[in-house]
């Protein structure tokens, strides 16, 4: 699925729009729905393909959902809480950058595991431990890390970016084996994750910046996942 053989991060949101892309096309996908795709779609504004029958967009915040338009269903699910009382399922389910925000990606695997059609298949573009910008995110303080972001990356404060939520980065890792022993009693048929490596958190910080780098590239060489920043989770029922 994935092809790139020096998984650096510049690539990831490429390489996870292609597999979302490519799963789109295989006509058993009628049923999709994107996770937190409310102000920026993975699709962008690519016509679906005609045997897609329906596109739901999920958050779940009622706010972000305003800004969805008719053009497609919402549900408003906590996709980390209970989900009992949803009845639709689906082809195919992505997500890009809301993984990280699961307080219990247990839980999260769970209810995608339940959203999917028997054969349907789960995308999800995260974040990952133990990259050190991530890392830091998860130890400190959410409202010093936020002071931090706005200061390294005050773009994600325009109006049109989503700024920052809380991140747990629960089950987000970059090892294929870390993630199936994880998710072993859930049931799916396959899991599979394609790590990534650096960053573009210490562009502003000289010497951080190389140290990272250097460290990010060794790393990458040797598939050390540990230090992975970003990871495509891919889970098939
Ligand atoms: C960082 S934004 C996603 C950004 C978008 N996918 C992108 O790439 O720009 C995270 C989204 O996840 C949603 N979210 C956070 N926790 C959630 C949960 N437990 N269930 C469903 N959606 C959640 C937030 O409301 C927000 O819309």
Redesign the pocket.
Known sequence: MIQSEMRWHLNCRQDYLEAVWASIQDEKTRRIME??????R?TSDRPLPSHITSFTI????AE?LDHVSDEFDTLQ?????DIAHVTQTFDLIM????GE??PDGKQFHKNMHQLLNEGGVAIHLVPTLFASPFLINWMLPEGLTRKAVQLLQPQRFDKQN?GK?PAYYSLCRGSTRYMRNALADIGFSDVEVYEYYGHHYYDKLFGLRQLDNWLSRLCARRSWSFYSSYAIIVTRR
């Open positions: 996770i937190g795709g409310t102000t920026s993975s999920s958050d779940i915040s972000e699910i906590d996709a980390c809480g997500s890009k950058f809301c925000h699961m989503t939520f």
